[in-house]
């Protein structure tokens, strides 16, 4: 009980003190127009202003409508609304309740707004106008990576964090999530959109995120997989999903070592390896040219070796991936 009461005691300050779109912007704000051209006007929400303007807008989730009026040129514009940074960023702050505090913002159309600065160009040849949140997410997302059939990647990507399942002969079932790992393979487009790819890898679950020379103590539980995988793959815009085939040889391996006199082992070192056949599915984004984050999900289900039977075993990975064009 008293536990509940701290965590309450804890959270309800944040709710109230870091929703931030909530509390820190106001209704409105103020806003300036203005056009690339001489002695113009905008009429804008039944008002009209000589160019160029400021004036206090109210925040809203609609789109602006803007008419530019000018002796030679009448022309509409529609603004978008577009969440603002204080929306997007800072309710990062309150990790332990993110959800909490978007979703306290996600109800109010304070988080919106139209840029602070609007241009009126009569040379655009779009009648669109975004803010610059809206129009970094408009471009990223509207923007294409062309593939053709015919084309051949290589392929190199590094599974950062890898997530093991295993069931070594004669040893209960073992489990642990670590880093690092590499893997490199080439890719075949059969189709504009549809690629086969084989790709060879080596994971471990080395238990810090980054390289470095580490001292151990005691007796320590290692887990790694060298694995190959053969995969259909679909191509939709930024996403790839693919499904295959893989083979791998996982091992888990108790070791010991007796450096600052650590405490006596409580059985002998042992080693245990087992090659088996299973299934791959992985899913992809693109964020670059060249890059992509995604994750690997390899379930084995037949033992081939050391004996022959059924015994589940998987891998997760995140991937980091990076793709060369050999040819197009």
Not at 173 to 194: L, Q
Request: aromatic share 16%; with cysteine; proline share 6%.
């Amino acid at each position: 009980m008293k536990q509940k009461v701290k965590n309450l005691i804890f959270v309800i300050p944040l709710v109230f003190l870091s929703s931030c779109a909530t509390l820190m912007l106001k209704k409105d704000y103020n806003i300036r127009v203005s056009a690339n051209v001489p002695d113009a006007k905008a009429e804008i929400q039944d008002s009209i202003y000589s160019l160029p303007a400021v004036f206090r807008i109210k925040r809203s989730k609609e789109d602006l409508n803007i008419r530019l009026i000018s002796d030679s040129l009448e022309r509409n514009y529609i603004v978008k609304a577009s969440p603002n940074a204080a929306f997007l960023y800072a309710n990062l702050i309150c990790y332990p309740v993110l959800p909490l505090m978007y979703g306290i913002d996600f109800t109010n159309q304070k988080r919106f707004y139209y840029g602070k600065n609007i241009i009126l160009n009569s040379c655009d040849t779009t009648s669109i106008i975004r803010p610059p949140v809206a129009k970094s997410y408009y471009d990223y997302r509207t923007r294409s990576f062309p593939s053709n059939k015919g084309q051949l990647n290589f392929t190199y990507s590094f599974p950062w964090v890898n997530s093991f399942f295993l069931q070594p002969q004669h040893e209960s079932s073992k489990s642990n999530t670590g880093f690092w790992g590499f893997s490199a393979g080439m890719e075949y487009y059969y189709k504009d959109n549809k690629y086969l790819s084989l790709n060879g890898s080596a994971v471990t679950d080395f238990f810090i995120p980054f390289p470095a020379a580490v001292d151990f103590s005691g007796e320590v539980e290692n887990m790694y997989s060298v694995y190959a995988s053969l995969t259909d793959n679909y191509k939709f815009r930024r996403f790839t999903l693919g499904y295959g085939l893989s083979f791998s040889r996982n091992t888990w391996e108790l070791v010991y070592h007796d450096r600052f006199d650590p405490p006596p082992p409580t059985r002998d070192p042992a080693r245990k390896s087992g090659s088996s056949v299973g299934l791959i599915l992985d899913g992809y984004h693109q964020i670059g040219r060249h890059f992509y984050i995604g994750l690997i999900y390899r379930p084995t289900f037949l033992n081939i070796n050391p004996d022959f039977k059924y015994r589940y075993e998987h891998l997760i990975s995140m991937d980091f991936k990076v793709k060369l064009r050999l040819m197009k």
